[in-house]
């Protein structure tokens, strides 16, 4: 797990996925490396469109691009991922703890109930 030191790398992660083709474009790039053409096969955008949602993944480093020669490959970079997970786990976390101990008191209240209901 990777210590998140800038607050506005994860902002910058989730404000990135936010957009359901930004999330698409990752999907294609957890296959394999492709080019802006081939990225934007899927889509009924322009590849000025898909360029732009590219350079959005790339600013949060959700992506990397290569440079050789006319091909500019993409690839998924996945520690922002893990980094917005772990983000993410540490509030589960204290939520399923939370629910668990919410569901322990009511079965106590439930239970509490049922005596007093056979008692009188």
């Known amino acids: ?3 998140i030191d800038n607050e506005d ?3 910058r992660t989730f404000g990135a996925l936010a957009d ?6 990752l999907a294609q790039l957890a296959k394999g490396e492709q080019t802006v053409n081939e990225l934007a096969k899927p889509f009924l955008i322009s590849l000025q469109a898909i360029s732009k949602h590219l350079k959005v993944l790339e600013r ?3 992506i990397t691009r290569g440079r050789e020669a006319q091909w500019r490959p993409s690839r998924l970079e996945v520690a922002p ?3 917005a997970t772990d ?3 540490r509030y589960r ?5 939370r ?3 919410l569901d322990e008191e009511i079965r106590k209240l439930k239970h509490e109930q049922e005596r007093e209901n056979q008692s009188g």
């Open 1 to 3: 797990m990777r210590e």
């Open 9 to 11: 790398e994860l902002s």
């Open 20 to 25: 359901p083709t930004r999330r698409a474009i």
């Open 60 to 62: 949060a480093g959700l």
């Open 81 to 83: 991922l893990e980094d």
């Open 87 to 89: 983000w993410i786990e």
């Open 93 to 97: 976390e204290i939520w399923r703890d």
């Open 99 to 101: 629910f668990d101990r």
